[in-house]
């Protein structure tokens, strides 16, 4: 169970905060179809980032002193960094649907396909092959929260909660957490929240009320590119051995599917996301998920063949969507480009 | 003041798409290689440091001791993979198999091979990237082998079982041509005449296979896992797999441990690369109490390693010491790969191109192109020495290993009293 738990929040975390980054953008107005883009070019400059600090030996420091606190500074260091480039590279966006009122899903669909090919070249140029890796060590090694980094030993019992959500877990996980909820607060119960939602919904309205309908839809993709690019990193440290190759595996998408899915609402989005992680999860590992810890594993004996197991998560979005997608409201003036004259 | 932001972001824009646009013509790649994942083919892995092949010298026998230190010789890491000859000819090419040439594991310690030789006799060199990376078909790689054949080469390495159709055509077209065909077997053309200027080379992967489940259950390992690539197709993993689950066996017999299991899959690896999918299954796997993974199979390594490292588990690397890439790689299964490529290039500049052309050659302990890394050794309850005597043994016809059904997807060849195969 603890496995199962633990597992399911490193496939739900990316997925959450990159739909809510879905979230902002559309909220105000934007069709942010490059989602998947932004990921890939923010697990490339948080990897990138990590190398340039091992290079400077600053890891090695760290660990030799066991100042684990260092190391873990650094992780938050590398995601606000691949925050920041995920929120200029999505000023791309912005600057084409805002400024140029461009059709926003052909700029997205631009992104989606300049940043592998940018990031492959780029990572050509670096490593001289296609895959950027950690200088050394593993991600786990690196960066994972332990029982044993935390003073505890190796066989002590923390019990159930202890081991689920302090043994083998990223810190990262719960700094997304903890900006998901912060901007989830942002989006509904700010002024600034209401404004970027009124843009999306009526922006000759906001207009007329002197809502600066431009900045709050910049606004709102800059949020949404600096929460995707982290996502992107995220995603790279906890499943990915903290590599980049200009592939997320498509989670960018899946972030948009469970943003329609959680009906453009952060707490739907968040329980979309747990349950798209969760069958991911089943997916992957269903011959090792012990539910009730009594050593049999259900799933395994149950005989259904690998590939059913392997289709579920997908099958059950199709069932979810098909029962509730009657009522899944998109913001009403998403993708339609802001022309003051039509007020 | 937004006109220069505008223009700034226009700006940024068309560098982003003039960088982009460059991706085309990745400097001397004549072949693109649409950079792809690094999935490759016969069981291989991303090792740091393929230094370990010997680089030895062209001399009858095939293969060093592939653990040995490249004594005094150039580190052919250190040679340049990118050289431009005066007359715009290159002697010795090299064809990828799918995956990059930097895999740190097949295509570089083949590569390796063809460098070091190269370099040794002053001859010219260049590698070749078949078109769309681990999609290519077998046009893509017949145009390889024709641009390697186009610019003078003698001698083109082939790395890869996958190659085979490609090759033939290659190979009788262009008779006077040598080609080396690595993880490969004889080729005949329509006629059923044996192409005597391919040089097919092997491995006997279960041998270097089972000296890692030796190991494995004699330090104390009881729960193993083997996680192959290719997805039960690839010949050369197969034996890998084959031979594991023999070596845990005979270890198990002889150190009278009453049960081994095995977690066998073949899941997630059947594209050789690392997915999210495959580290879940892995973590599941040692959260249950599997100790340690063979990881057979390219780059399906860095996922393998990365659940192994969350759970502070260990891992057997394969055909090239990948201790050198993450501390969790407690040994590895070698093959010789850059040390076979070496001496097949050397057969042909010797003039014994005879011996080896159309001669399907399967590289074993005898020639010593296959066993454990001794140097980096870090198994503690199993000794150099031990493994030493297996070794002797082995060479001596003494201990023999069962080789009935080698290339199948499950062990089905032996009698197992010791082992219980889980298949995933």
């Not at chain 2, 995956?99 to 295509?107: A, E, H, I, R, Y």
């Not at chain 2, 299991?261 to 594209?271: A, C, E, K």
């Not at chain 2, 199993?382 to 060479?395: D, G």
Request: glycine share 10%.
């Amino acid at each position: 169970m603890t496995f199962l738990i633990r597992q399911t929040l490193i496939y739900a975390v990316p997925l959450m905060i990159v739909a809510l980054a879905g979230v902002f953008a559309e909220r105000s107005g934007i069709i942010n179809l490059a989602l998947e883009g932004i990921m890939i070019f923010g697990a490339f400059v948080g990897v990138l980032f990590v190398r340039i600090l091992q290079t400077a030996g600053w890891f090695d420091i760290a660990k030799e002193a066991e100042n684990f606190l260092a190391l873990q500074g650094y992780m938050l260091l590398t995601m606000l960094a691949a925050a920041a480039m995920g929120a200029v590279f999505s000023l791309l966006l912005s600057f084409a649907a805002v400024n140029l009122k461009a059709d926003q899903t052909i700029g997205g669909t631009a992104l989606n396909m300049l940043a592998p090919a940018l990031v492959l070249f780029l990572i050509r140029i670096l490593a001289n092959q296609n895959t950027l890796q950690l200088l050394s060590g593993d991600a786990a090694s690196w960066f994972m929260i332990k029982k044993t980094t935390l003073g505890f030993d190796k066989s002590a019992d923390l019990g159930f909660f202890g081991e689920t959500f302090l043994h083998k877990v990223y810190l990262s996980t719960y700094v997304c957490i903890l900006v998901f909820v912060i901007l989830s607060v942002l989006l509904y119960k700010t002024r600034f929240g209401l404004r970027l939602r009124s843009c999306g919904e009526n922006p000759q309205a906001a207009d007329s009320l002197g809502i600066n309908v431009r900045r709050m839809r910049y606004a709102g993709v800059t949020i949404s590119g600096a929460l995707a690019g982290m996502g992107g990193f995220v995603y790279a440290l906890t499943t990915a051995n903290c590599s980049a190759n200009g592939d997320v595996a498509g989670f960018g998408f899946l972030a948009l599917a469970v943003m329609i899915f959680g009906n453009w609402k952060p707490l739907n989005v968040a329980g979309a996301a747990l349950l798209f992680g969760l069958f991911k999860c089943i997916a992957a590992s269903y011959s090792s998920i012990d539910i009730n810890g009594d050593g049999v594993f259900l799933l395994a004996n149950l005989g259904i063949n690998v590939n059913f197991y392997r289709m579920l998560p997908y099958l059950i979005t199709l069932i979810v969507l098909a029962f509730t997608s009657k009522n899944s409201r998109a913001p009403k003036a998403e993708g339609i480009p802001y022309d003051k004259s039509t007020r | 003041m937004k006109k220069f932001l505008a223009i700034l972001l226009a700006l940024t824009m068309v560098f982003a798409l003039v960088a982009c646009g460059t991706t085309e013509t990745p400097a001397e790649e004549p072949t693109e290689a649409p950079a792809e994942e690094p999935a490759e083919e016969p069981a291989e892995e991303p090792a740091e440091e393929p230094a370990e092949e010997p680089a030895e010298e062209p001399a009858e026998e095939p293969a060093e001791e592939p653990s040995e230190e490249p004594s005094g010789a150039v580190d052919p890491e250190t040679i340049e993979d990118n050289m431009t000859s005066e007359d715009g000819t290159y002697e010795l090419a090299f064809v990828t198999d799918v995956g990059q040439l930097k895999d740190k594991s097949f295509n570089q310690g083949t590569w390796n091979g063809v460098k070091a030789y190269a370099a040794a006799n002053g001859l010219s060199y260049k590698y070749y990237q078949p078109a769309n990376g681990d999609q290519a078909t077998d046009d893509d790689r017949y145009d390889a082998m024709k641009a390697a054949v186009d610019a003078g080469a003698k001698v083109v390495v082939c790395a890869g079982f996958l190659q085979e159709t490609a090759l033939k055509r290659a190979a009788i077209e262009n008779p006077d041509t040598m080609f080396v065909f690595i993880d490969g077997y004889a080729l005949s053309d329509e006629d059923g005449n044996v192409l005597t200027n391919v040089a097919p080379i092997a491995f006997k992967e279960e041998q270097s296979g089972y000296f890692a489940g030796y190991a494995a259950v004699m330090e104390g390992y009881t729960k193993l896992g083997f996680c192959g690539g290719g997805g039960g197709t690839n010949p050369a993993c197969c034996r890998y797999g084959y031979g594991f689950v023999q070596g845990a066996e005979a270890a198990a017999a002889a150190s009278g441990v009453e049960e081994v299991t095995i977690n066998y899959s073949w899941q997630y690896g059947s594209s050789f690369s690392a997915s999210p999918e495959l580290q879940t299954m892995c973590n599941g796997w040692y959260e249950n109490g599997t100790e340690v993974i063979f990881a057979c199979g390219g780059s399906m390594f860095a996922s393998i390693v990365a659940a192994a490292a969350e759970n502070d588990c260990d891992v057997i690397g394969v055909d090239v010491d990948q201790s050198y890439e993450s501390e969790t790689v407690v040994t590895s299964a070698l093959k010789g790969l850059s040390a076979a490529t070496e001496w097949a290039i050397a057969k042909f500049y010797d003039g014994e191109w005879a011996d080896i052309g159309g001669v399907s050659v399967s590289l074993g302990v005898n020639d010593d192109a296959v066993g454990l890394p001794t140097d980096t050794w870090s198994l503690e309850n199993y000794t150099v020495e031990e493994y030493e005597a297996l070794l002797a043994s082995l060479k001596s016809g003494e201990l023999t290993i069962d080789d009935t059904v080698l290339e199948a997807d499950a062990v089905t060849g032996v009698e197992l009293e010791h082992v219980v195969i889980n298949y995933v």
